[in-house]
């Protein structure tokens, strides 16, 4: 599988006994244009499992998470080859309508964009658009539960009439944070999700992002090193649009194989 | 750049270095002089504009009214007090009010010319508006009461001081013997100024002293809610399917300058096109609101389009992706997030483009709409003539009281626009902050 790496044995193998596959990406090609952003990217989301995605900045790291929920059809010139498995099931597959994968597979953004609505109905949009809530009590309830595991309930209870876009950058991000989780997500994807936030407040979303990963999986992008080796159990390494390094974070970190990821991981502590 | 000192503080002191700075605020000044010089010539000529058009209209807004005592002689009423409409109508009202007229200026003159003259004084409809408050309040029947009646047009230029009285006799059109008439009425205080109510609340007539534009305001109102009814939907269904779902490729791009170019085509072209299809193929009724509601909205459909085009183009991509990931589809996705965001600019074009269409006046000419419309339209399909073809209809009338009678329509919908450019304003915001 790993036709990019010198080591054959660095692999989701290495972690992978033992744990259930939530969604498995094997030679997963990205084009923009004539532009190739992502090079057979292979690689598994086990169960319950926080897998953090780091590298250098234009790396393909965005670019590979929207093609776990297929955010990408969105996207112009874009064209995704490879296959990608959700729950054995491929999300390309003709028959499948990706607005039912992106309820499954849910999304934060790497820049923040609440609706310019109240924060109460940014919480309430995918809650109503599916329908599963029935009544405004239990509606009061789901929000007042996604705020506060977005940390963010005791900041916003008396204004959950105000816009969300009038909250603070920070406050944005949790909200919408807050706003994915309303919606009950299979897998979490998190671009990013504490780029502007206090270490506080990243330690509420850290906790959040834990906790959260005793039910689903959650793929996570981040730059801290720190914050990887605080939540992640599984670190992805990308290098211009190439996987170059996958395994258990501590493994990784303690004994990178590849010179990319030494590179990498010298130059963020060095 | 090169030859820049070492020592900043001696740049910034330097002869070099002012001269740059008073060469840029020599350029500024001349800017800012300019765009003030502008400015000011743009108010100047709309207060010229808004002045002479409120200057010529100042008359039209008072009617000069003659008061007479009438007799209503029960044994002229079929039924006396207890007569109904239909008996009501029977009654020489003409004869006394004439009656009235020649009791108050010393007795009936004897030469009928003398007679028709001196009942010129008074408005053709007084005895129409005297019918019609008797029809109102049956109770007067019986008795003798005053009725503050309006004059004839030309009375009235002679009393608001439009048409000078010291003129010879032969420079005006009213006889020396009226003007004496009129000034002892004046003198018995039987003339008066009154706000002229029926400007705004009676239909076209021939005599201009009692023609009003109602029946143009609803024929105006009946029009507009067709081109509402016809290019909202349209116009929005067509953006949103232009923004949103067609493929960009060679066609919509051909669809996309063919609507830019119907923007800018002609309007009386429209016109013709309402005229040959509504009409011609379609059998529609000539001069109705239902045609003329048509032609203005292929008029106002470019516009609509282009606008809310724009509105929907406006909306943060960002919002699109929000929702998407939040599991919402396609149709979704444009309609609870897309339309809400966009609705402001969308309320606003359509409100402009619907002031348009209000002061349009060519399109309507090709399709009939100028007939002399005496009654209120009803109905889509009853004959109709909007404000602005009574407005031109008007000012292509003879009676000089025709011509204050014009400017005041004209501010009648200048203020109509007015209106509905704050209201676009306001729903603008209102609906801005809602979502
Ligand atoms: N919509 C797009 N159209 C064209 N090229 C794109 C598009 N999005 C991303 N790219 C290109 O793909 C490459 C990867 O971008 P991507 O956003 O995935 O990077 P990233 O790893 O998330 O970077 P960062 O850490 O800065 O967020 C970049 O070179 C970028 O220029
Ligand atoms: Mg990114």
């Excluded at chain 1, 660095?10 to 259930?20: N, W």
């Excluded at chain 2, 605020?25 to 108010?43: F, K, N, P, Q, W």
């Excluded at chain 2, 002689?73 to 004869?95: H, L, M, W, Y």
């Amino acid at each position: 599988m790993e036709t990019t790496l010198e080591k054959p044995e660095t692999a989701p193998d290495r972690a992978a006994a033992g744990h259930e596959t939530k969604m498995e990406c094997s030679e997963v090609n990205v084009f923009y244009g004539d532009f190739h952003a992502i090079r057979d990217a292979t690689l598994n989301v086990h169960a319950r499992e926080v897998l953090a995605l780091m590298g250098p900045s234009g790396c393909g790291k965005t670019t590979f998470l929207r093609c776990l929920n297929r955010m990408n059809d969105a996207i112009e010139n874009s064209r995704v080859t490879g296959r990608i498995l959700l729950d054995g099931q491929d999300i390309y597959a003709p028959a499948i309508d990706p607005v039912h994968i992106r309820t499954r597979v849910g999304m934060v953004a790497q820049a923040p964009n609440p609706f310019p609505k109240s924060v109460y109905d940014n919480i309430a949009f995918g809650p109503r658009l599916h329908g599963f809530v029935k009544g405004r009590a239990e509606m009061d309830q789901l929000v007042e539960h996604s705020l506060r595991r977005a940390g963010l309930w005791d900041e916003v209870k008396d204004k959950l009439d105000e816009r969300g876009t009038d909250l603070s950058g920070g406050q944005q991000q949790r909200l919408c944070i807050a706003r994915a989780i309303a919606n009950d997500p299979e897998v979490l994807l998190m671009d990013e999700p504490v780029s502007s936030l206090d270490p506080n407040a990243a330690a509420i979303i850290e906790d959040l992002i834990t906790e959260l990963s005793e039910d689903y999986s959650i793929v996570l992008i981040t730059h801290s090193m720190e914050q990887t080796r605080r939540v992640a159990d599984r670190t992805a390494f990308f290098y211009l649009g190439e996987i170059a390094e996958i395994g258990i974070t501590q493994d990784v970190f303690d004994n990178p194989r590849d010179p990319r990821t030494v590179d990498f991981i010298r130059g963020a502590f060095g | 750049m090169t030859d820049r000192p070492e020592n900043f503080t001696e740049w910034y002191t330097s002869e070099r270095f002012n001269v740059g700075v008073r060469r840029r605020r020599t350029r500024e000044g001349v800017l800012r002089g300019l765009g003030m010089v502008s400015i000011l010539l743009a108010v100047t000529m709309l207060v010229t504009l808004f002045g002479s058009i409120f200057y010529q209209a100042r008359t039209a807004f008072v009617q000069t009214q003659i008061g007479l005592e009438v007799a209503l002689p029960a044994a002229e009423f079929d039924g006396g007090t207890q007569a109904g409409a239909d008996a009501i109508k029977d009654v020489n009202f003409r004869g006394l009010v004439a009656d009235a007229l020649y009791a108050s200026l010393g007795g009936r003159p004897d030469s009928r010319g003398a007679r028709r003259e001196m009942l010129a004084l008074i408005s053709a409809d007084a005895s129409f508006q005297l019918m019609e408050r008797v029809i109102e309040e049956p109770s007067l029947i019986g008795q003798q009461s005053r009725f503050w009646l309006p004059a004839s047009d030309d009375m009235h230029n002679i009393v608001q001081g439009v048409v000078d009285r010291d003129v010879t006799e032969d420079d005006r059109r009213t006889s020396d013997a009226q003007i004496n008439w009129i000034e002892r009425l004046e003198d018995q205080g039987m003339v008066r100024s009154a706000f002229a109510w029926d400007l705004l609340l009676r239909n076209d007539s021939r005599d201009p002293e009692v023609a009003g534009i109602f029946a143009g305001v609803v024929g105006s109102a009946l029009m507009l809610t067709v081109t509402l009814v016809v290019s909202l939907p349209l116009g929005v269904a067509a953006a949103v399917y232009l923004e949103e779902f067609a493929p960009k490729n060679w066609f919509t791009r051909l669809i996309d300058v063919n609507i830019r170019n119907l923007a800018a085509v002609p309007s009386i072209v429209f016109g013709l096109l309402a005229l040959a299809v509504f009409i011609r193929v379609f059998g529609m009724p000539r001069s109705s609101p239902l045609v003329g509601g048509l032609a203005l909205s292929l008029l106002t459909l470019p516009t609509m389009i282009i606008a809310a085009r724009a509105a929907i183009a406006a909306v943060p991509p960002s919002l699109r992706t929000a929702a998407m990931e939040l599991g919402a589809s396609k149709m979704q996705t444009v309609s609870k997030v897309v339309l809400p965001n966009a609705l402001p600019g969308i309320l606003t074009g359509t409100i402009i483009s619907m002031a348009e269409a209000l002061g349009e006046t060519a399109p309507l000419l090709m399709i009939g709409m100028v007939a002399f419309v005496a009654d209120a339209p009803s109905s889509f399909l009853d004959p109709a003539a909007p404000l602005p073809v009574q407005i031109y209809t008007w000012s292509t009338s003879p009676e000089r009281a025709f011509a204050a009678k014009t400017a005041a329509a004209i501010i009648v919908l200048l203020l109509f626009l007015f209106l509905m450019n704050a209201a676009a304003i306001y729903l603008r915001d209102r609906v801005q902050k809602k979502w």
